[in-house]
């Protein structure tokens, strides 16, 4: 049995709202990381995973629960890489990796002999001088992970580090990193990865948990059993992607995970809307209506065929389910008669069979057409819905369904709103 690095018991953690109401984000998470391996979260955006870093590297206080570091290792042992690079756009390449050995007290000779050292295993040697304006996003964020090894952590905590890249950038980076952690060229023990990506998880983990959300919790564990160095294209590894969306997409047992319901599974007026713009779900129906896939694809296939990114083909695809436009099982989706029909329409044709659609399958829709039928002058504002939306959701979780509902409806033509006067009305919009 390898060494336990890291102990989370029952752990959860809640904010607080403005209307002083608790919103809990996590929900009795329990996980430990062990030496030698590689762990990633996996789920959706918003699931409470980037919280749960947070939370082991001591920036938040769990609401409950414990967080049990080993003997060997503690809180200072454990660094951390962001997504959005953090560098100090006045300091240099070397100054922002010896910034942590500064703020740790290490002799200057030290400090500057580990920084270089860090900044040649990372692939930057040549570039001490340049400042974060002169590098691109790939080397700020090689920088980024320097100046996470120079403090020589054995947990290092990694919060989407490659989301932010373009995606050659992105893929030789994480060849970079898999390289040096096969070699053992680092300092670290463990790793402990967020990501919404199916391939980067099953890619370079040796474990992968799957966040369900809402509140985020660890819904299944998987363990990865394919040898270094992995090849994406063998059976082995396409087998467990496919695995791995089957789960996601027929719920885990959970209708809630990772926002994809269970078939035939009915929303209501508070419940959440996926993200996504008339256009992304228009582009998806073509995309699927056409060779070579008939209104048929494999989840797996289409994501790496897009390029869209884990997280928003998912987004999408719930935005067709939702809508009666596709069904989705065993990681496939399959386009509906109504969808193919969308897809051959003309734009006006294509609206109404949207709006049909709307109407039918989404609650909220239906309630604020009734509502603005009824009201004198046709019309009512904004704070009337996001009032009914806030007594079962988040001041910002409201704000983002009426925000997606008014941009499926606006372009149905179903309803107007006016943010001038934050006003919705039965007019056309451009009365």
Partial sequence: MKNTLLEITAVDKSFQRPDGRALKVLDTINLSLHEGEIVSLLGKSGAGKSTLLRIIAGLLRPTSGKVSFASSASASHVAMVFQNFALFPWLTVLENVELGLEALGVPEKEMRKRALDAIDLIGLDGYESAYPRELSGGMKQRVGFARALVVNPEILLMDEPFSALDVLTSETLKTDFIDLWIERKMPLKSVLLVTHNIEEAVLMSDRILIFAANPGRIAEEINVDIPHPRDRQSPAFRDMVERIYTLMTTGIAKPQTLGLRLPGGEIGIDEKLPRVSPNQIAGLVEALAAAPYNGRADLPALDQALQLGTDEIFQVVESLRILKFADVAQGDVMLTTAALQFADADTQKRKEIFAEHLMNNI????????????????????????????DHMAEEDADEVLNAITSWARYAELFAYHDNSEEYSLDNPTG
């Fill in 363 to 390: 609650p909220l829709a239906a309630y604020i057409c009734r509502v603005l039928q009824d009201r004198p002058g046709k019309r009512a504002p904004r704070t009337r819905f996001i009032t009914r939306l806030e």
